[in-house]
Protein backbone atom coordinates (compact mmCIF):
# COMPACT_ATOMS: atom_id res chain seq x y z
CA UNK A 1 0.00 0.00 0.00
CA UNK A 2 0.93 3.40 -0.31
CA UNK A 3 0.76 6.09 1.94
CA UNK A 4 1.70 10.19 2.17
CA UNK A 5 2.75 11.28 5.70
CA UNK A 6 2.30 15.12 5.85
CA UNK A 7 4.05 17.07 8.82
CA UNK A 8 7.40 15.70 10.88
CA UNK A 9 6.61 16.49 14.18
CA UNK A 10 6.94 13.44 17.08
CA UNK A 11 3.32 12.41 15.68
CA UNK A 12 3.65 12.31 12.43
CA UNK A 13 7.33 11.13 12.57
CA UNK A 14 5.98 8.33 13.86
CA UNK A 15 3.08 7.36 11.46
CA UNK A 16 5.69 7.58 8.75
CA UNK A 17 7.98 5.51 10.50
CA UNK A 18 5.39 2.30 11.74
CA UNK A 19 3.90 2.38 8.28
CA UNK A 20 7.11 1.74 6.58
CA UNK A 21 8.60 -0.59 8.97
CA UNK A 22 5.38 -2.81 8.49
CA UNK A 23 6.03 -2.72 4.70
CA UNK A 24 4.14 0.16 3.05
CA UNK A 25 5.51 2.58 0.77
CA UNK A 26 5.79 6.09 2.03
CA UNK A 27 6.03 9.46 0.81
CA UNK A 28 7.07 11.54 3.98
CA UNK A 29 7.41 15.64 3.63
CA UNK A 30 7.46 18.40 5.46
CA UNK A 31 9.27 22.03 5.03
CA UNK A 32 12.01 21.44 7.72
CA UNK A 33 14.98 20.19 5.66
CA UNK A 34 17.16 18.76 9.00
CA UNK A 35 13.79 16.52 9.26
CA UNK A 36 13.73 15.41 5.68
CA UNK A 37 17.72 14.29 6.48
CA UNK A 38 16.79 12.29 9.88
CA UNK A 39 13.63 10.41 7.90
CA UNK A 40 14.66 9.53 4.37
CA UNK A 41 16.77 6.63 4.66
CA UNK A 42 13.41 4.78 6.92
CA UNK A 43 10.94 5.59 4.35
CA UNK A 44 10.47 5.01 0.57
CA UNK A 45 11.18 8.84 0.07
CA UNK A 46 11.26 11.72 1.83
CA UNK A 47 10.63 15.46 -0.21
CA UNK A 48 10.57 18.78 1.64
CA UNK A 49 8.42 21.36 0.33
CA UNK A 50 5.57 24.06 1.70
CA UNK A 51 2.29 22.44 1.59
CA UNK A 52 0.26 25.11 1.42
CA UNK A 53 1.61 25.55 -2.33
CA UNK A 54 -0.80 23.90 -4.25
CA UNK A 55 1.53 23.68 -7.41
CA UNK A 56 4.20 21.72 -5.04
CA UNK A 57 1.98 19.76 -3.40
CA UNK A 58 0.08 18.82 -7.10
CA UNK A 59 3.87 17.31 -8.57
CA UNK A 60 3.63 14.79 -5.60
CA UNK A 61 1.14 12.36 -7.24
CA UNK A 62 -1.31 12.15 -3.81
CA UNK A 63 -4.10 11.43 -5.72
CA UNK A 64 -2.99 7.81 -6.46
CA UNK A 65 -1.88 7.11 -2.53
CA UNK A 66 -4.23 4.85 -0.85
CA UNK A 67 -4.58 7.77 2.22
CA UNK A 68 -2.67 10.59 3.18
CA UNK A 69 -1.94 11.63 6.41
CA UNK A 70 -2.35 15.31 7.47
CA UNK A 71 -0.13 15.29 11.08
CA UNK A 72 0.85 19.64 11.06
CA UNK A 73 0.59 19.81 14.38
CA UNK A 74 1.55 23.30 15.36
CA UNK A 75 0.71 25.78 12.35
CA UNK A 76 -3.25 25.59 12.49
CA UNK A 77 -4.05 27.37 10.08
CA UNK A 78 -1.36 25.79 7.38
CA UNK A 79 -2.45 22.08 8.87
CA UNK A 80 -6.67 23.54 7.61
CA UNK A 81 -5.35 24.92 4.42
CA UNK A 82 -3.55 21.76 3.25
CA UNK A 83 -5.90 19.50 4.19
CA UNK A 84 -8.60 22.08 1.55
CA UNK A 85 -5.55 21.60 -0.62
CA UNK A 86 -5.75 17.57 -0.24
CA UNK A 87 -9.71 17.59 -1.14
CA UNK A 88 -9.39 19.72 -4.24
CA UNK A 89 -6.46 17.18 -5.82
CA UNK A 90 -9.09 14.71 -5.50
CA UNK A 91 -7.06 12.11 -2.80
CA UNK A 92 -8.86 9.12 -1.80
CA UNK A 93 -8.70 9.35 1.84
CA UNK A 94 -7.57 11.78 3.75
CA UNK A 95 -6.60 11.65 7.73
CA UNK A 96 -6.06 14.94 10.03
CA UNK A 97 -4.30 15.15 12.95
CA UNK A 98 -6.61 17.96 15.45
CA UNK A 99 -5.75 19.85 18.35
CA UNK A 100 -8.89 20.96 19.49
CA UNK A 101 -12.82 19.90 18.93
CA UNK A 102 -13.62 22.88 16.77
CA UNK A 103 -10.16 22.40 14.84
CA UNK A 104 -11.35 18.71 14.35
CA UNK A 105 -14.55 20.02 13.01
CA UNK A 106 -13.40 22.36 10.22
CA UNK A 107 -11.02 19.47 9.29
CA UNK A 108 -13.83 17.57 8.56
CA UNK A 109 -15.17 20.56 6.80
CA UNK A 110 -12.51 21.02 4.33
CA UNK A 111 -12.30 17.39 3.04
CA UNK A 112 -10.79 15.24 6.08
CA UNK A 113 -12.22 11.49 6.33
CA UNK A 114 -11.30 11.27 9.65
CA UNK A 115 -9.92 13.08 12.20
CA UNK A 116 -7.01 11.86 15.28
CA UNK A 117 -6.32 13.47 18.45
CA UNK A 118 -3.55 12.19 19.21
CA UNK A 119 -2.28 13.98 22.11
CA UNK A 120 -4.02 13.72 25.05
CA UNK A 121 -2.13 15.77 27.24
CA UNK A 122 -3.23 18.72 24.95
CA UNK A 123 -7.32 18.24 25.85
CA UNK A 124 -9.80 19.72 24.10
CA UNK A 125 -9.30 23.69 23.32
CA UNK A 126 -12.17 24.80 24.45
CA UNK A 127 -13.51 28.26 22.26
CA UNK A 128 -13.19 31.63 23.40
CA UNK A 129 -16.16 33.09 25.17
CA UNK A 130 -18.23 35.50 22.87
CA UNK A 131 -16.64 38.73 22.21
CA UNK A 132 -19.23 40.19 20.03
CA UNK A 133 -22.65 39.48 18.81
CA UNK A 134 -21.72 38.13 14.74
CA UNK A 135 -19.04 35.03 16.92
CA UNK A 136 -20.34 32.35 17.06
CA UNK A 137 -16.72 30.30 18.24
CA UNK A 138 -13.45 30.86 18.32
CA UNK A 139 -10.11 30.13 18.46
CA UNK A 140 -6.65 31.70 18.76
CA UNK A 141 -3.86 30.33 16.40
CA UNK A 142 -0.15 30.21 17.24
CA UNK A 143 0.57 32.68 14.39
CA UNK A 144 -1.77 35.84 15.54
CA UNK A 145 -4.28 34.56 13.60
CA UNK A 146 -8.14 33.48 14.41
CA UNK A 147 -10.19 30.73 13.21
CA UNK A 148 -14.11 31.70 13.75
CA UNK A 149 -17.71 30.94 12.76
CA UNK A 150 -19.69 34.43 12.56
CA UNK A 151 -23.10 35.06 11.82
CA UNK A 152 -23.75 37.30 8.70
CA UNK A 153 -23.93 41.15 9.04
CA UNK A 154 -27.12 42.30 7.75
CA UNK A 155 -25.62 43.95 4.88
CA UNK A 156 -23.95 40.51 3.83
CA UNK A 157 -27.12 38.69 2.99
CA UNK A 158 -28.63 37.61 0.10
CA UNK A 159 -24.95 38.85 -1.36
CA UNK A 160 -22.26 36.56 -3.27
CA UNK A 161 -19.05 36.31 -1.81
CA UNK A 162 -17.55 38.19 -5.14
CA UNK A 163 -20.02 41.34 -4.50
CA UNK A 164 -18.90 41.66 -0.67
CA UNK A 165 -15.13 41.95 -2.62
CA UNK A 166 -14.79 39.57 1.14
CA UNK A 167 -11.09 39.22 1.14
CA UNK A 168 -10.24 42.46 -0.12
CA UNK A 169 -12.21 44.33 2.22
CA UNK A 170 -12.08 42.00 5.34
CA UNK A 171 -8.79 40.77 4.95
CA UNK A 172 -10.02 37.15 5.88
CA UNK A 173 -10.89 33.82 3.82
CA UNK A 174 -14.10 32.29 4.42
CA UNK A 175 -13.15 28.72 4.38
CA UNK A 176 -16.47 26.96 4.90
CA UNK A 177 -20.86 28.13 5.22
CA UNK A 178 -23.23 26.08 6.99
CA UNK A 179 -26.44 26.67 5.87
CA UNK A 180 -29.52 25.68 7.02
CA UNK A 181 -31.96 23.80 4.79
CA UNK A 182 -35.50 23.71 5.48
CA UNK A 183 -37.06 20.03 5.52
CA UNK A 184 -40.18 18.32 6.72
CA UNK A 185 -39.60 14.99 8.96
CA UNK A 186 -41.19 11.69 8.85
CA UNK A 187 -43.81 12.93 11.42
CA UNK A 188 -44.64 16.47 9.17
CA UNK A 189 -42.58 18.67 11.09
CA UNK A 190 -41.14 21.25 9.80
CA UNK A 191 -37.54 21.43 11.10
CA UNK A 192 -33.89 22.19 9.15
CA UNK A 193 -30.78 20.77 8.27
CA UNK A 194 -26.94 21.77 8.23
CA UNK A 195 -25.77 21.42 4.59
CA UNK A 196 -21.69 22.18 4.93
CA UNK A 197 -20.72 23.83 1.81
CA UNK A 198 -16.54 23.34 2.41
CA UNK A 199 -15.05 24.94 -0.65
CA UNK A 200 -17.02 28.22 -0.78
CA UNK A 201 -16.15 29.80 -4.52
CA UNK A 202 -16.57 33.67 -5.29
CA UNK A 203 -20.21 32.80 -6.57
CA UNK A 204 -21.58 31.53 -3.48
CA UNK A 205 -24.17 33.68 -2.19
CA UNK A 206 -24.74 34.56 1.94
CA UNK A 207 -28.32 33.86 3.43
CA UNK A 208 -29.67 35.01 6.39
CA UNK A 209 -29.16 31.64 8.46
CA UNK A 210 -25.90 31.11 7.48
CA UNK A 211 -22.64 30.30 9.47
CA UNK A 212 -18.75 31.24 8.04
CA UNK A 213 -16.12 29.56 9.11
CA UNK A 214 -13.53 32.79 8.55
CA UNK A 215 -9.67 32.73 9.15
CA UNK A 216 -7.39 35.47 9.46
CA UNK A 217 -5.71 37.77 11.38
CA UNK A 218 -7.36 38.69 14.75
CA UNK A 219 -7.81 42.09 14.76
CA UNK A 220 -9.53 41.98 11.14
CA UNK A 221 -12.12 39.07 12.74
CA UNK A 222 -12.04 41.78 15.51
CA UNK A 223 -13.45 44.49 13.23
CA UNK A 224 -15.53 42.07 11.34
CA UNK A 225 -17.37 41.59 14.53
CA UNK A 226 -17.85 44.87 15.94
CA UNK A 227 -18.70 46.08 12.71
Known amino acids: MQFAV ?4 QFGFKVATTLAAKGAEVLAV ?3 PDVIEQIKDQVTQAICLDSTDERALRSLGLQDMDAVVMAIGEGIEASILTTALLKRLRVKRIIARATSQIHGLVLKEVGAEKVVYPED ?8 SLLAPHVVEQITLQTGHSLAQIRPRKE ?3 KTI ?3 DFRAKFGLNIIA ?3 KIPIVTETGESSFKVQVNDLPTP ?3 IE ?3 LLVVIGPDEKIQRLAEG
Open 208 to 210: END
Open 6 to 9: IGLG
Open 177 to 179: IHK
Open 203 to 205: EDR
Open 30 to 32: DSN
Open 156 to 158: FIS
Open 121 to 128: QMGEQLAK
Open 162 to 164: REL
